[in-house]
């Protein structure tokens, strides 16, 4: 069974994340890990903390000789700034303690610090703050790094774009070169294909930063190379896009998701959405008129590119903070302020493209299992001859 997870707080030592169910002998380095860390945290936009860490990957368990072996992968990420947090969340209580806790008293609307003190029954919201923070997505994209790892091996892979930032959009599609190239760029800016429209999306963050406020936007992950048939029409949680959608409204601030071309197909007529069958007689093949559908039907991929967007709200830590409580007084007061990001979009497509792989190297295991990838490899290529004649 092909499960992760993941643990730490936001200024704890470190991040864990293990996996369990990839088979022996996936090709696992370093390198592609901490790549996809590195691309995690760029973007312009971005806060403080992302200038403290530069976070890179500690794998202690699962793979030997740069392969899986089979058993569970076990991966830590150090957060450097620990070292300042020491006294702050020690493990141990000790005496004088209580003086040097940074308590969160004023909870900030949009987090989980109200709700989740009420719920864990904590005077403050400390705690609540430490793990509800995106910085929990760090593992997060170590697990897909992972999981992509895996479906390089058949052809597959994962990556995103940024579609909206504020009320900014692309309104063309992108090509796959040129996510390719945007994946490999050092000098990612808001991760849009568009260098024009990419200024204007630069234009309204600057906005943001002037005014004290903060901004959201739309991401999209394209998954390439997916065969036919992964997921299932049969049961409600078998259906891929429903997967797909748990995962990428997981993540932090992710408040809608789009499979295809959803939205602008509720305003349409059917004629104009579906996507048409075709059968080319030589190449002895199907294909269609276009994706609409985002690789996906009933549930079930159909050979397309698999396309998920995910809706970012905007950063709800605002330098000019809003109108909260005093936890210990109950006296009107605005929200606590911490270091923090403006805008998150080209961070949030990363970490899209880790859920979606993780969803769909998932699915692939269900499909293809074994126990190596030599097994794995058989399944799927006995299948893929199985869909050619078809
Ligand atoms: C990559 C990334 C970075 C984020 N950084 C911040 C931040 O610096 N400050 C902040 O208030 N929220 C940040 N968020 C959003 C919060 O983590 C999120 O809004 C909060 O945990 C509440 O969860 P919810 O918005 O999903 O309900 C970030 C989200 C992502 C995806």
Same mark, same amino acid.
């Given at each position: 069974?092909?499960?992760? @997870? &993941?643990?730490?707080?936001?200024?704890?030592?470190? /991040?864990?994340?293990? =996996?369990?169910?990839?088979?022996?002998?996936?090709?696992?380095?370093?390198?592609?890990?901490?790549?996809?860390?590195?691309?995690?945290?760029?973007?312009?936009?971005?806060?403080?903390?992302?200038?403290?860490?530069?976070?890179?990957?500690?794998?202690?368990s699962g793979v030997r000789h740069s392969q899986t072996i089979g058993s569970p992968i076990?991966?830590?990420?150090?957060?450097?700034?620990?070292?300042?947090?020491?006294?702050?969340?020690?493990?141990?209580?000790?005496?004088?303690?209580?003086e040097q806790k940074k308590r969160l008293d004023r909870p900030r609307p949009g987090h989980a610090d109200l709700a989740g003190a009420i719920?864990?029954?904590?005077?403050?919201?400390?705690?609540?703050?430490?793990?509800?923070?995106?910085? @929990? &997505?760090?593992?997060?994209?170590?697990?897909?790094? /992972?999981?992509?790892? =895996?479906?390089g091996q058949f052809g597959i892979s994962v990556l995103s774009h940024v579609i909206a930032v504020g009320p900014v959009r692309l309104n063309r599609l992108a090509a796959w070169?040129?996510?390719?190239?945007?994946?490999?760029?050092?000098?990612?800016?808001?991760?849009?294909?568009?260098?024009e429209v990419e200024q204007q999306m630069k234009a309204v963050v600057d906005e943001a930063y002037r005014t004290g406020d903060t901004v959201g936007g739309v991401f999209e992950v394209v998954a390439h190379g997916v065969p036919v048939g992964l997921g299932s029409h049969i049961t409600w949680d078998s259906r891929l896009d429903g997967r797909l959608a748990?995962?990428?409204v997981s993540i932090q601030a992710v408040k809608g998701v789009e499979i295809g071309h959803a939205e602008e197909g509720a305003a349409s007529f059917g004629s104009k959405v579906q996507d048409t069958i075709h059968y080319d007689k030589q190449e002895h093949a199907f294909h269609r008129g276009a994706n609409r559908a985002g690789g996906l039907e009933g549930g079930i991929t159909?050979?397309?590119?698999?396309?998920?967007?995910?809706?970012?709200?905007?950063?709800s830590t605002l330098r000019r903070p809003l109108e909260s409580v005093d936890l210990p007084t109950r006296d009107a007061a605005l929200a606590a302020y911490e270091r923090s990001d403006v805008c998150v979009v080209p961070a949030a497509g990363v970490i899209g493209e880790a859920m979606v792989a993780l969803v769909l190297a998932q699915a692939f295991l269900e499909k293809f299992g074994g126990d190596s990838l030599g097994e794995t490899r058989r399944n799927y290529e006995g299948y893929i001859q199985q869909v050619k004649s078809y």
């Open positions: 069974m092909f499960r992760f @997870e &993941t643990a730490g707080e936001s200024h704890g030592e470190c /991040l864990v994340a293990t =996996l369990t169910g990839l088979p022996a002998g996936v090709p696992v380095t370093l390198d592609c890990i901490n790549r996809d860390l590195r691309r995690r945290q760029l973007g312009y936009g971005r806060g403080g903390r992302m200038k403290i860490e530069t976070d890179t990957v500690e794998i202690v076990a991966m830590i990420v150090r957060n450097r700034d620990w070292q300042n947090w020491t006294g702050i969340l020690p493990v141990e209580d000790y005496e004088g303690s209580e719920k864990y029954n904590y005077p403050e919201a400390r705690y609540i703050l430490e793990r509800a923070s995106a910085r @929990e &997505t760090t593992a997060r994209v170590a697990l897909g790094a /992972l999981a992509k790892s =895996l479906l070169q040129e996510l390719e190239a945007l994946a490999v760029n050092p000098d990612l800016l808001l991760g849009c294909v568009d260098a748990q995962a990428i159909n050979g397309q590119d698999v396309v998920v967007r995910g809706f970012l709200k905007p950063i």
